[in-house]
């Protein structure tokens, strides 16, 4: 039975661990999944954000992300190197629960449970192709909208508006961090989604038009060298790497 599917009541916030900085959700993908069926449950808007050592380095120089982040209702480890730095300072965390593979499970619920979905961001064209696949990918999903991630601020405002008239059920924004999570902290209770989720590049996996890792790879934390191979201008993201790394190990010498 899909973890969503079925009628559930609130569920008490997931205990955290405080990792450089930023406090993240100590759950595995179950206890997500059961915390997000309590989100939709309840109603009110939530934040869910997913943390990657990209995210850590950029919390670390910017104080309102760190602020959103250390906010939101539910934070999930995203990324080999965060198991890798818990682990190292004493901190475990159960698995990596990432953003594409939550947005997946979420659209996989939506189809059996009759909430819908709102993709917003990426390129012109790209949230309509990932509607259409995921469409035929889960039979009986509703998509309740789209919008590309170029829109004019007059243009966002409306769209703020047109997504609060959809009353979808999740919210997948696709513009990358820090924009995504200071944009949907900022309209969070005007759209009024249970669940408001960045969702990074998603939208062009889901799209096609960038492929995952092999599992295989995804299982070993090497997806991020997958998309380097496969997109050298990734090389901004994976160059916060070391940076993260000496943070660990800094606060580990502390």
Not at 143 to 164: D, N, S
Not at 210 to 222: C, K, S, T
Not at 239 to 247: H, N, S
Request: some cysteine.
């Amino acid at each position: 039975m899909n973890p969503l599917s079925v009628p559930a009541t609130p569920v008490p916030a997931a205990p955290q661990v405080d990792l450089l900085g930023l406090r993240i959700s100590r759950v595995n993908r179950a206890q997500t999944m059961a915390i997000l069926r309590g989100f939709l449950a309840d109603g009110r808007p939530h934040l869910v954000v997913t943390v990657d050592s990209s995210a850590v380095v950029i919390a670390a120089r910017d104080p309102e992300y760190r602020a959103i982040v250390n906010a939101a209702d539910l934070v999930t480890p995203d990324g080999a190197g965060i198991l890798w730095a818990a682990k190292r300072l004493g901190k475990p965390l159960p698995e990596r629960v990432s953003g594409v593979d939550l947005a997946e499970a979420l659209c996989a619920a939506a189809a059996c449970a009759g909430f819908s979905v709102f993709f917003y961001g990426g390129q012109p064209g790209i949230g309509a192709e990932a509607a259409r696949r995921m469409r035929a990918r889960y039979p009986g999903l509703r998509v309740a909208g789209t919008a590309h991630g170029y829109l004019t601020p007059e243009e966002q405002e409306r769209l703020v508006a047109q997504i609060r008239a959809a009353r979808p059920g999740v919210l997948l924004v696709a513009r990358g961090i820090p924009y995504q999570e200071k944009w949907l902290a900022r309209h969070l209770h005007q759209l009024g989604v249970p669940i408001c989720m960045g969702v990074g590049g998603t939208l062009d996996v889901f799209s096609g038009r960038v492929h995952r890792a092999p599992r295989w790879m995804q299982r070993r934390g090497l997806e991020w060298l997958y998309r380097l191979l496969r997109d050298p201008r990734k090389i901004r993201k994976v160059a916060a790497l070391p940076r993260f790394t000496w943070m660990v190990l800094r606060t580990r010498g502390g």
